[in-house]
């Protein structure tokens, strides 16, 4: 059900328009909407400027110079729309103006002039500026350390706002460098509430106060349909903007900040809704289903299927019996077996005379894959290649001819299969793995390979909340693998700052035959936060389990070192993998018994899920050790990885503490542009995706159409 608010009407911040101020229109506060801005001669300072467009340059405001445009850049805005939309992270009350005899401790505004002001320096050579605050029913001192521009800048004997923490210092209590500002019609930084912003080295939020107060009132082309604002209750996009920056009270800041999070979701899922009919649009070539050969290939396997191993599978032949592309994302944890699903499509595919292409992220996955694939497609008489830059030039030809002559069902592959040189029969399934590994065009240019347009199955071991479902992957049908493999057990988690303990229990593993992950958040020795890195780990280790052949992983290696190094471990010439999260994404290792993660509150509990995957691989027990160098608060965080082995129901807690962008990197998140939307948020989720479901192509402007078309274009760029 929609959250609704009282009022429909968007009254702007008081005194925001000048036909109220000086009573022309003989309006009252509430009765002066976002519609109504700009309508009158003069606005407040200036205000509502009908020169001055959206795209005018930042510079064109008084006060920002080229030092102070550069320092806006950093900040992202550049012209009067990105000042606009440059939204506070937080407000400070003022509001509430008291007469000095009334006031108590705490933050607080008066309202008086400056009777008496002086300087003097500390004994340690700091300034110290004293000013005396009169109001008639009293006075009041106020001190600022260490500004000495203050006594300059201040007007005395002129009424004026002072705001800010009333607390005890120097034997009495006084106003902790507060901020003065004259008396107005429309305060920005005292007697009301007060913005406060994101900001860099050399700018203020005082400073963009400033600058706002230049060109708001701004009036702005609304892009929410007038049928969509009244159904929700959805102030005008003005008066949202302005309530934003300036609000009257919190509730007007609440009910703002919720209108604009519904046009970013709005807009997100209209977008998604145009990209899912373009794809409905689209011609591929329909499979037809041999039921019985594919329960004589599941038969043959050496293990049962889970449950949502077949209903997955029977969803992605479905899909593939249209006459429209499938376009579906495969969800599971490391090692629930979606290699197992997509060789079953790719069986479905073959029996059709047409192929699939595996993309995988790494030479280490395809080399795996393509195992996996060829093992289980073998009964069906399924031919099965390997394509990466480890191919020999006569090798590669001879694959890519048999490849074009229909003599290869399936081919699996890294980046290599994305060369022109690669080209197919009859291609009719593309599967990639780990797909946000994968640039858009890189995607693009496998399935430009095929006549028509191919069925795509995406993989992933990353848990994908319900919201992140809805948004991030909206334009895709999802299937998620939800149980794990019989027999396989949960690996035991443990959160301990105890370095010994830990070393003394992997040694008794060792003993045992079994071989570790340590992962560490830094490659290099570095003095952040005490978090250890690969090389140092990697000595510490060695001084306490000494017999231990230990080797290490990281990032920077070149392909062939990567590979060569997770042969190794894999091929138990090493007891002890040290690396950084690259293993996150790596071959399987069957008798991997343990893994330990250092600076274990560096990662999101997804990721960390996702690194504990790596163990357990077998009917074992595995265990998981998390070393937090952070205090109580990310313990109790990680604590969640102890009490919880669901990866999904991790990631939608992480979401809920986090936020995406923290956990799912500012490359996915950030492509949404979601400035206010908060993915955690799952009523206003729904209510902005009924609303832009409900929404007829008739009823959308051009405005809307243009923002539609952007989010596409960013939705395709991720």
Known sequence: MATKYKRTQSPLPTAMCCRRVSGISGKSDSDVTGEEVGNCSRCWQGGYNRRMELTTSITALKGVGSASATRLKKLGIT???????????????YSR?????????????????????QSHKTRRGKTLTKALI???????????????????????????????????????????????????????????????????????????????????????????????????????????????????SMEDADRARYRLAFEELYILFLALRDIKCEVDNQEAT????????????????????????????????????????????????????????????????????????????????????????????????????????????????????????????????????????????????????????????????????????????????????????????????????ADMPPGRKSVKTFVTTNADWVYRQLQTLLDSGGKIYVVCPLIEESDTHGIKSVQQEARTLQQYLPEARIISLNGRMKPGEKAETMQRFADGEADILVATTVVEVGVDVADATAIVVEGAERFGLATLHQLRGRVGR????????????????????????EQHNDGRLLAEKDLELRGAGEIYGERQHGALDMRLARLSDAALINTARQAAADTPESDMGPVLKELVNNKKNQKHLN
């Not at 103006?97 to 002001?117: H, L, N, W």
């Not at 120097?170 to 004259?182: D, G, I, M």
């Not at 077998?618 to 990885?641: E, H, I, V, W």
Request: charged share 20%; glycine share 6%.
């Open 79 to 93: 012209t009067v729309a990105d000042l606009l939309h440059h939204f506070p992270r937080r407000y400070e009350d």
């Open 618 to 641: 077998n009917t074992s027990r595995a265990f998981c050790y998390l070393k937090p160098t952070d205090g109580f608060g990310a313990r109790q965080r990680l604590q969640l990885m």
């Open 97 to 117: 103006v008291v007469s000095i005899q009334d006031a108590r401790p705490g933050t607080i505004t008066v309202k008086g002039e400056i009777t008496r002001m």
């Open 134 to 248: 009169d109001d008639g029913t009293g006075a009041i001192q106020a001190v600022w350390f260490n500004q000495p521009y203050v006594e300059r800048s201040l007007p005395k004997r002129t009424p004026v706002y002072v705001a800010g923490e009333l607390a005890f210092s120097y034997n009495q209590y006084a106003l902790q460098s507060p901020t003065v500002e004259r008396v107005s019609a429309f305060p920005r930084n005292a007697a009301r509430i007060v913005p406060i912003y994101p900001v860099t080295e050399g700018i203020t939020s005082k400073q963009i106060r400033y600058w706002l107060g230049q060109v708001l009132p701004a009036k702005l082309d609304d892009p929410i349909p007038e049928s969509v604002r009244e159904t929700y209750d959805l102030m005008d996009k003005t008066g949202a903007v302005a309530n934003m920056h300036f609000p009257r």
């Open 286 to 481: 329909p499979v037809t289903f041999d039921r019985e050969a594919i329960r004589a290939l599941v038969a043959d396997l050496p293990f049962s299927l889970t449950g949502s191993q077949r209903k997955s599978a029977w969803r992605i032949i479905q899909d593939m019996q249209r006459e429209h592309p499938m376009n579906r994302l495969l969800q599971g944890d490391v090692g629930s077996g979606k290699t197992v699903v997509a060789a079953i499509a790719a069986a479905v595919v073959a029996n059709n005379r047409l192929q699939t292409a595996f993309l995988a992220p790494t030479a280490i996955l395809a080399g795996q894959h393509e195992q996996t694939l060829r093992d289980i497609l073998a009964p069906l008489g399924v031919e099965v290649a390997l394509v990466t830059g480890a191919n020999r030039r006569k090798e590669r030809g001879d694959i890519i001819q048999r490849l074009r002559a229909n003599q290869i069902s399936v081919v699996v592959g890294t980046h290599a299969l994305l060369e022109d040189d690669v080209t197919f029969s009859g291609l009719g399934l593309v599967i990639i793995d780990e797909q946000h590994r994968f640039g858009v065009d890189q995607r693009k240019r496998l399935q430009e390979k095929a006549s028509n347009a191919p069925h795509v199955l995406s993989m992933t071991a990353t848990p994908i909340p319900r919201s992140l479902a809805l948004t991030v992957y909206g334009e895709l049908d999802i299937s998620f693998l």
